[in-house]
C-alpha cells in the first residue's frame, strides 16, 4: 500500500491577454448599490476555438465492502509526528505570488447597509471532523482541511483532507473517521488507496445515491476516483470507479449532480508546461448500476491567450437541488469568474458560462462551447497581502504576518457550489467568491444568475461586508424551494474576532442585491492558526436537505484555544442545519 505523496507544482507561464468580447446586458434592477458599467468597447462575446470531446471507459470499477465495516487504517509514518502537511500545493498559471496588486478600486455591489439581526438561530450544531482525526491515523498535521459535507434523508456525510465520517441527522457519528483512501482498499488502481486529498461528497436525490471522490497523486498517470453507494445508505458498500486524466494531474476537483451525468471539472497541470481546465461527464445511469461506465473529457487550453482569462482558475459545474429536474436536453452551465485585475488577461470584470451537453448513447456525442460573458459590477480578487500573497488576514494577538489566514481570492473562479434549481419559468444558479470589499477588508461577493429561455443573465448580485472591519471569506451559497439564500463564511479579524463560522441570508422578494436577515452565527472562534502555514480551506460547503427542501446544512473549520495550544489537535470543523422564515 501506498503511503501519502507530498505534492508540489511549479507552473511559471507568461502573461496572456484578451481582447475580450461581451455582449451588453440591459437591464435596470432596484438595488440598494451602484452597478459598474462595462467597457464602452465591449464587443459580442468572445469567440473560442471549437473543443473536441474524448470518450472513454473507466479503466477499473468494483464493489467495495460495507464503509460501515471499514477499520481505521494504521498507515506507516512517512514524516515526522506533528509534521504539517499541505496535500498539494496549489500554483496558478504563474503562482500567487506573481499577482500585481493595483489598489483597491470601488466595489460596484457592496451592500450599503447592516440589516439587523433577524436571521433564525441553528437548529442544530454539532462538531464535525478535526484535524485530530488526521493526526491519530497518519501521525502528522494536515493543512488545509478542506471541509466539505452533504445532507440526505437519513445521514449527513462529512469528508476533509483526509477522512470521512458518516452522521446521523442528530449529530451522533455512526461511521469514521476512515481515511479516505481506505474506501478503495483492494481496488485494482492502487492509486486510489492513497488518501490524497480535494475529497467532495453529493447526494444525488433523484438516484437516492451517495459519491464519495478525491484524486490521485502519485503518477505519472493519474485518476479521478468516484464511489457511488449501492444503496441509499451510506454506511454501505459503494460502487467504485477510476477515470483516467492521461498526464496531467487534476487539482481541485469539483463535482456537480446533472439528470444523466456526473460532472467534474478540474484544474490541471501536465509534465512540462501544461496548463489547463478539465471538464470531465460521468455517466451516471450506468454507475448508479455498478456497470461499465463511460466518461467524456475536454480540456481548455490555459497556453491559449484566447483561453486563459475565460477559464482563470477553473469553472464550477451546476449542482441540482430540489426535485425538479432540469428540462430535458437542458445544457449543463458551467460557471467561472475574471478580474481585469487578476493578472489573467481579463479586460473587465464578468461570469463567464460555458454550456456542456452529453448524450449517452450507443455512439455518444459532447459538445463543451463558452455560451456568454456577463459583464457583473466591478470587484478586486488581489487582496493586499504580505509577505506572500497567501498571508492576508490578520488573528487576534498574531504580529508576525507569516501567520495571518490565506483568502485564496487571487485564484479566478468561484467557490464551491455552483447551486442550480428548476423554478419552472425559469432556472437558477447561484455562487460566490470571495473579494477584497472594502480597502483592506475580505468580503463575500455572490451572485444569482438566470437562464431564461436559453438566455443567460445576471439577474442579482451583492458583496456582503457589514462595514464592523470583520473579514468574511471562503463562502458556499445555496437556495431552498422558495428562492430564499443562505450564505455561509469563515470570519476573522485582527482584534477580538477568533477564526469562526457565520451565516447570512435573504428571503425570495427582498430588495434584489441584499442579504437582508442580518448575520447569524454558527460557532464563536476561541484561538489562532499557529502555523508557518497559512492555508485556510479551499472550499466550504451549504446545502439543502432533500426532505424537507428548506433545511440548509452548513460546514466549515475553526479554531478553538485548545486547538491553537496543542500541536496535535490544530483546526476543527463544525456542522449546522438552520431555517429561513416562511418555508415549511
Not at 468597447?41 to 473507466?58: D, G
Not at 496588486?101 to 462538531?127: C, H, M, N, R, W
Not at 504580505?386 to 467557490?415: V, W
Amino acid at each position: 500500500m501506498k503511503t501519502l505523496r507530498r505534492f508540489t507544482r511549479n507552473r511559471f507561464f507568461s502573461h496572456a491577454r484578451i481582447t475580450a468580447a461581451v455582449i451588453l446586458i440591459a437591464a435596470a434592477a432596484a438595488m440598494l448599490f451602484v452597478v459598474a458599467s462595462p467597457p464602452a468597447s465591449a464587443q459580442p462575446t468572445a469567440r473560442t476555438h471549437p473543443l473536441s470531446p474524448k470518450f472513454s471507459a473507466a479503466v477499473a470499477f468494483d464493489v467495495s465492502p460495507a464503509v460501515r465495516n471499514l477499520p481505521r487504517a494504521a498507515r506507516p509514518l512517512t514524516f515526522p509526528p506533528d509534521t504539517i502537511l499541505e496535500v498539494r500545493q496549489e500554483r496558478g498559471p504563474e503562482g500567487p505570488e506573481a499577482h500585481p496588486v493595483k489598489g483597491y478600486s470601488a466595489d460596484g455591489a457592496l451592500q450599503l447597509f447592516s440589516p439587523a439581526p433577524t436571521i433564525p438561530a441553528p437548529l442544530l450544531t454539532f462538531e464535525g471532523l478535526s484535524n485530530q482525526d488526521n493526526f491519530n491515523i497518519f501521525g502528522f498535521r494536515v493543512n488545509p482541511p478542506d471541509p466539505n459535507g452533504e445532507v440526505g434523508p437519513n445521514h449527513y456525510v462529512e469528508i476533509i483532507n483526509l477522512v470521512f465520517g458518516v452522521y446521523d441527522k442528530a449529530g451522533n457519528l455512526l461511521v469514521g473517521p476512515v481515511d479516505t483512501g481506505t474506501l478503495w482498499s483492494g481496488f485494482p488502481v492502487s492509486d486510489c488507496t492513497d488518501p490524497s486529498g480535494d475529497p467532495v461528497v453529493l447526494y444525488d436525490q433523484f438516484m437516492d445515491r451517495w459519491i464519495l471522490s478525491q484524486f490521485t497523486t502519485a503518477g505519472p498517470e493519474y485518476f479521478n476516483c468516484v464511489a457511488i453507494s449501492t444503496t441509499g445508505d451510506p454506511t454501505g458498500s459503494y460502487y467504485r470507479y477510476a477515470f483516467s486524466t492521461g498526464l496531467n494531474f487534476p487539482d481541485y476537483p469539483k463535482y456537480g449532480n446533472w439528470t444523466d451525468s456526473y460532472v467534474i471539472t478540474t484544474r490541471e497541470f501536465g509534465p512540462t508546461i501544461e496548463y489547463g481546465i478539465g471538464v470531465y461527464a460521468l455517466e451516471k445511469n450506468k454507475m448508479v448500476n455498478g456497470q461499465p461506465a463511460r466518461s467524456v473529457r475536454f480540456f481548455i487550453d490555459g497556453n491559449d491567450p484566447d483561453l486563459l482569462p475565460l477559464v482563470g482558475d477553473g469553472l464550477l459545474p451546476a449542482d441540482v437541488d430540489g426535485k425538479q429536474k432540469p428540462k430535458t436536453d437542458a445544457k449543463i452551465p458551467l460557471v467561472g469568474t475574471q478580474d481585469d485585475g487578476g493578472g489573467y488577461g481579463a479586460t473587465f470584470d464578468a461570469l463567464n458560462i460555458w454550456d456542456l451537453s452529453v448524450k449517452w448513447r450507443s455512439t455518444p456525442i459532447a459538445t463543451l462551447a463558452l455560451n456568454t460573458q456577463l459583464p457583473v459590477a466591478s470587484f478586486d480578487s488581489i487582496f493586499p497581502c504580505a509577505p506572500t500573497s497567501r498571508d492576508c488576514l490578520p488573528q487576534p494577538g498574531i504580529t508576525n504576518t507569516a501567520q495571518y489566514l490565506d483568502i485564496l481570492s487571487y485564484r479566478q473562479r468561484p467557490t464551491f457550489r455552483l447551486g442550480y434549481r428548476n423554478f419552472g419559468t425559469y432556472e437558477s444558479l447561484v455562487t460566490n467568491q470571495s473579494v477584497e470589499a472594502t480597502p483592506g477588508v475580505a468580503g463575500a461577493r455572490w451572485y444569482e444568475i438566470r437562464r431564461t429561455g436559453g438566455t443567460y443573465s445576471v439577474y442579482q448580485q451583492g458583496t456582503y461586508a457589514p462595514g464592523d472591519g470583520v473579514h468574511r471569506w471562503m463562502g458556499s451559497i445555496a437556495q431552498d424551494k422558495k428562492g430564499n439564500m443562505a450564505l455561509g463564511y469563515s470570519v476573522v479579524n485582527a482584534t477580538d474576532v477568533y477564526p469562526g463560522i457565520r451565516y447570512t441570508g435573504r428571503l425570495n422578494g427582498d430588495p434584489l442585491g441584499q442579504m437582508t436577515l442580518g448575520e447569524g452565527t454558527i460557532i464563536n472562534g476561541t484561538g489562532v492558526q499557529l502555523t508557518t502555514n497559512s492555508r485556510w480551506g479551499d472550499y466550504t460547503d451549504m446545502t439543502v436537505d432533500p426532505t424537507d427542501d428548506c433545511t440548509f446544512w452548513y460546514v466549515n473549520e475553526y479554531y478553538t484555544l485548545a486547538g491553537q495550544l496543542s500541536s496535535a489537535a490544530g483546526w476543527q470543523t463544525r456542522i449546522a442545519s438552520f431555517k429561513l422564515p416562511g418555508c415549511q
